[in-house]
């Protein structure tokens, strides 16, 4: 076999993410300092950095940064917490744990857009969704979930369908617990709280942060959650910025400014993907 | 109380906690296939009927107003056409970096791992400008071809990290023996690598179905696939909560038993080989 043959049959996969992530980029930088609104075509000409002016001192700009993070904290502060503590309980074997696995599983192959109309009308109509029955029949008034409290019903909505990913890689992580080292502490005295903190909480350190690195990257841009329930709103109570970029590339037609944010959102997803590859990078040299 | 009495009062006590655990976590989902057999008279009243009589009436509705076939053929082609595809230029990029290493091998890993990192909506007004300008619009191929740029950097390290299991002598002495490169792969690395081949497959196919962000802002009416077709399904008027429901059904369930079966691979293939 020549040298030649391994780099050939690298190429069409290589090629094409390489087209794939350079051309969109290209472009997005040069539409951010060009003006380019949809809606007026004969307005062109380079305009240097108005648009990331335009973008950034746009009053929804703030709102949907904090939104960002809010959502982002606040899902995997949810879905860490909860994840574990799942793991730990159906972590030794007891009747029915086969089926417990796989409908704890189940909500996160279910499409983004089922999830959110589920939530949206099932769940949280302030008349006849099931929270408000809840509600009810403990004698309190029920909520106006997506209304009065957007941003938080859709924190809801995106931790129940990250919780069982995290439940999952957790899981995966506590098999292979040294379970000599267990017992040998068990015999030695340790009761369960000492086990969790001296065993268990180390053990699962590195998948924590995994778990924290792959939600960063995924739950920056929630955008089919935020569509099908809130809009965005109400006002800009519920953008987020990969929400605020599609309002204005799609509902205000402005590329130029669309693009700007764009790049502000690549450089955010790119903080915390250095991080991630740092450590899957450790991991290839093993 | 004795030891062994305690010990079974913890068990059992861990085995309820667990199931109501789940089952409270699970009470959206179970809730949506029941209301997916009531009437909207059922659907929507108060209190919550439990116990009633099953009609399958939504789904033949479902079919009849919105085309329901339709969407579910689009997503079907889209998916199997996307995950094929990717599976076609991953391989032979997964064979050439897991047996024929050289010195940029990791490098090119972690540069792919890196586009997946890329936030999709950064990529909007561009993929749309070009989608709009090839006619590739509101079209299949437009939608294949984005589904698989975004999945193949998994594909590639799933398929990787199986291909690094083999031992590099097999493919040595077949070789020796004369064998082509395509009997190589053929009669070979596929009969190794199947299960290896199957599962990343299948992950794919669940998240091609699933993609929801790409086939809102570039589908519509022609090659709109189930994701659109439910979030079509979000505007207020009317309550229409039963067919809601029979449509979501038909759209996640082949995938979540998909789902089922592809779990461990999930982890692997999310975690890009991290946590195993």
């Known amino acids: 076999m020549n040298r030649l043959l391994p780099r050939a049959l690298m190429a069409p996969a290589v090629l094409s993410l390489f087209l794939w992530m350079i051309v969109p980029l290209v472009m997005t930088i040069y539409f951010s300092v060009i003006r380019y609104n949809l809606m007026q075509p004969d307005q062109v000409g380079f305009i240097g950095l108005e648009n990331f002016e335009y973008f950034v001192t ?17 899902v995997i502060l949810i879905t860490v917490i909860a994840g574990i503590a799942i793991a730990l ?17 189940s909500p996160f192959f279910v499409m983004p857009t089922v999830n959110a109309l589920l939530w949206k009308h099932m769940m949280m109509n302030p008349i006849y969704g099931v929270l408000a029955q809840v509600w009810l029949f403990f004698g309190a008034t029920p909520v106006d979930w997506l209304s009065d409290w957007p941003l938080w019903s859709v924190i809801v909505i995106v931790s129940w ?33 000492q086990q969790l903190r001296y065993l268990y909480i180390p053990h699962l350190g590195r998948s924590v942060a995994v778990v924290v690195m792959i939600e960063m990257i995924f739950l920056l841009s929630v955008f089919a959650e935020i569509y099908t329930t809130t809009g965005g709103g109400p006002g ?41 590859i740092r450590m899957v990078g450790k991991n290839l040299d093993k | 109380m004795t030891q062994i009495q305690k010990n079974l009062a913890i068990q059992t006590l861990r085995t309820a906690f667990a199931w109501l655990v789940t089952l409270l976590l699970f009470f959206p989902l179970g809730w949506l296939i029941l209301t997916a057999f009531k009437t909207e008279l059922q659907a929507i009243s108060v209190p919550p009927l439990l116990i009633f009589t099953p009609t399958l009436e939504n789904f033949s509705i479902v079919q009849d107003r919105s085309d329901y076939l339709l969407y579910a053929q689009n997503s079907l082609i889209t998916s199997v056409a996307s995950t094929l595809l990717g599976l076609a230029l991953a391989f032979p990029a997964a064979y050439s970096m897991a047996f024929f290493r050289s010195k940029h091998t990791k490098d090119i ?26 006619g590739l619009l509101d079209s299949r191929t ?10 193949l950097p998994i594909m590639v390290w799933m398929l990787y990290s199986h291909f ?30 199947m299960g290896g081949l199957a599962s990343t497959g299948l992950l794919c196919l669940v998240l091609s179905w699933n993609e929801a962000f790409w086939s809102l802002n570039l589908s519509a009416a022609k090659s709109g696939t189930l994701a659109t077709l439910i979030a079509s399904y979000s505007s207020p008027e009317g309550l229409f909560w039963a067919k809601l429901s029979a449509a979501s059904f038909m759209a996640i369930g082949p ?7 592809s779990q461990k691979q999930l982890v692997q293939g999310l975690t890009f080989g991290a946590v195993k």
């Open chain 1, 161 to 193: 369908q990250w919780l069982p990913f995290a439940t999952l890689i957790f899981m995966t992580s506590l098999q292979s617990m040294n379970r000599e080292q267990l017992e040998a502490s068990r015999m030695d005295g340790a009761n369960y709280l």
């Open chain 1, 89 to 105: 309980l159906i972590d030794e074997p007891f009747p029915g744990r086969n089926i417990v696995r796989i409908l704890l599983i």
């Open chain 1, 236 to 276: 800009d109570a519920s953008t987020n910025v990969a929400f605020l970029i599609f309002k204005q590339a799609l509902l205000n037609f402005d590329a130029g400014v669309a693009s700007a944010g764009a790049l502000f959102a690549v450089v955010l997803a790119n903080i915390a993907a250095v991080f991630l």
């Open chain 2, 255 to 261: 995938i979540v038993v998909f789902g089922w079966f």
């Open chain 2, 142 to 151: 437009g939608l294949v071809i984005v589904f698989t740029l975004s999945n």
């Open chain 2, 109 to 134: 890993l972690m540069w792919m791992l890196s586009t997946k990192m890329m936030p999709a909506v950064g990529a909007l007004v561009p993929i749309y400008v070009l989608a709009q300008t090839s």
């Open chain 2, 164 to 193: 690094k299991d083999i031992p590099n002598e097999i493919l040595e002495a077949s070789r020796m023996d004369g064998a082509t490169l395509w009997q190589e792969f053929r009669h070979v690395l596929l009969p190794l690598t």
């Open chain 1, 58 to 74: 746009d009053p929804s700009f703030g709102t949907a940064v904090i939104n960002t993070l809010l959502l982002l904290g606040s």
